[in-house]
């Protein structure tokens, strides 16, 4: 008989039941076969996106145990102030949409128009300043400068207001080239919605520009 006293014996004993093979799924990279619960593709080292949890990458609650309890212990105040200043932005926003910040200025070359809008004791105010850059329109001349702003009223129609912007050294209406003059129009506030401003030097013989006065007949005497 054969001995069988020097075979080593087997560490365990092994099972009789059936394992389960691991799942397996194609890399989205490489295309390659890789375990369904791996975080990395053994192959292109990309991260698994079948695994990824975005929850992981959010903040916990619990990292911020203060906060959480000021918020549950003022959430009251909390919500009046987010109230008042939602409040306080809505009334901005159609205060000043509704008192006629649109303000257009009509482009002419001859001058430089600048105009600030504001609400003064119920009366929209409109502050500019313009400089000539064309002709001078020199003080005792038969020539003047006008502003003209045409209001949008908020009950329908316009409403015409002229200036003669004036200077420190000068009159009404009358500044040499490159000089600065300033004007001031005022509108109740209730009835404007938007302005547009013109200029123009005028012939002070008609009251419109020199190219639009009527020119009297020469009657000769015989």
């Known amino acids: 008989m054969n001995d069988h006293s020097n075979i080593p014996l087997l560490h365990g004993t092994p099972s009789l039941e059936q394992r389960e093979a691991p799942d397996f799924s194609t ?13 990395i593709c053994p192959h292109c080292n990309s991260q698994n996106p079948t695994v990824r949890d975005f929850r992981e990458m959010l903040a916990q609650p619990e990292r911020y145990p203060k906060l959480r309890l ?11 102030g987010g109230a008042i200043a939602l409040a306080f932005l809505v009334t901005v926003v159609v205060y000043y949409g509704w008192v006629g910040h649109r303000v257009a200025v009509v482009p002419n070359p001859a001058f430089k128009v600048k105009v600030v809008q504001g609400v003064e004791k119920g009366f929209v105010v409109l502050k500019g300043e313009i400089r000539n850059l064309g002709e001078d329109v020199p003080d005792l001349s038969l020539k003047s400068i006008r502003v003209t702003a045409t209001f949008s009223l908020s009950g329908g129609g316009t409403r015409i207001e002229s200036v003669f912007p004036r200077s420190a050294h000068r009159g009404e209406g009358s500044l040499l080239r490159g000089e600065t003059g300033y004007f001031r129009i005022e509108i109740p506030e209730d009835q404007v919605e938007d302005a547009a401003l013109a200029t123009e030097v005028i012939d002070l013989t008609c009251g419109q520009p020199s190219q639009n006065c009527v020119v009297p007949p020469i009657i000769r005497v015989k």
Not at 27 to 39: E, I, L, S
Not at 72 to 80: E, F, S
């Open 70 to 80: 000021f918020i549950r212990v003022h959430w009251q105040y909390l919500a009046l």
């Open 27 to 39: 890399c989205p990279f490489c295309t390659m076969q890789m375990p369904t619960d791996a975080r």
